[in-house]
């Protein structure tokens, strides 16, 4: 391994243990939100599985960033009183 890649991994692994509760909490909301925003849309629209899936990804994605920033906030609040 090279020098760069040790650093990309290092770096890698110190973002992961810092953020760790914050990253877990995240994917588990955005499994959730991808399999809500799915059946709302095979419900709703009336549209297939394939099409509910790829139009779906979107908006998800989106509020993970937003729910990921959220988190961190919170937990630098809770976790400092």
């Given amino acids: 391994?090279?020098?760069?890649?040790h650093g990309i991994h290092g770096a890698a692994r110190r973002i992961y243990e810092n953020n760790k509760g914050s990253?877990?909490?995240?994917?588990?909301?955005t499994i959730g939100h991808?399999?809500?925003?799915?059946?709302?849309?095979?419900?709703?629209?009336?549209?297939?599985?394939m099409i509910a899936l790829t139009d779906a990804i979107v908006e998800p994605l989106a509020n993970t960033v937003w729910?990921?920033?959220l988190d961190k906030f919170w937990?630098?609040?809770v976790s400092s009183k």
Avoid: C, G, N, P
């Fill in 1 to 5: 391994m090279t020098e760069f890649t």
């Fill in 34 to 49: 991808f399999i809500i925003a799915i059946t709302v849309l095979m419900l709703v629209a009336d549209v297939s599985f």
């Fill in 23 to 29: 990253l877990v909490r995240t994917l588990v909301y």
């Fill in 67 to 69: 729910y990921f920033l």
């Fill in 75 to 77: 937990a630098s609040k």
